[in-house]
Nanobody, 119 residues
Framework: QVQLVESGGGLMQPGGSLKLSCAAS????????MAWYRQGPGKQRELVAS???????????NYAEFVKGRFTISTDNAKNMVYLQMNSLLPEDTAVYYC?????????WGQGTQVTVSS
């Protein structure tokens, strides 16, 4: 059972930046897929960014069109962390952001962290 804990959300003005963190309870080399999703008010959960690999060494990153050039997904293998750097935030980025990983034991989600972009 993998535990994921997100942090780093909060209130930010449009144009600002936030960095979300996802702490995993085990080595992220166990994960073939890591991603950030979000769910805005009254909306369905949607993919924001992902990293996928079958070799656990070279990951392919993928971004939703609405965050390309603004958000970056990354990892710190030594700390078992997955990050989402969010720049040039827009009011429509307001949502609860969730970390997801897939390992051989299953598909796991964190509890989410609220991001609110408002002036």
């Amino acid at each position: 059972q993998v535990q994921l804990v997100e942090s780093g959300g909060g209130l930010m003005q449009p144009g600002g930046s936030l960095k979300l963190s996802c702490a995993a309870s085990e080595n992220i080399f166990n994960f073939g897929y890591m991603a950030w999703y979000r769910q805005g008010p009254g909306k369905q959960r949607e993919l924001v960014a992902s990293m996928a690999s079958s070799t656990r060494t070279n990951y392919r990153t993928n971004y939703a069109e609405f965050v390309k050039g603004r958000f970056t997904i990354s990892t710190d293998n030594a700390k078992n962390m997955v990050y989402l750097q969010m720049n040039s935030l827009l009011p429509e980025d307001t949502a609860v952001y969730y970390c997801q990983v897939v390992s051989t034991s299953g598909n796991y989600w964190g509890q989410g962290t609220q991001v609110t972009v408002s002036s």
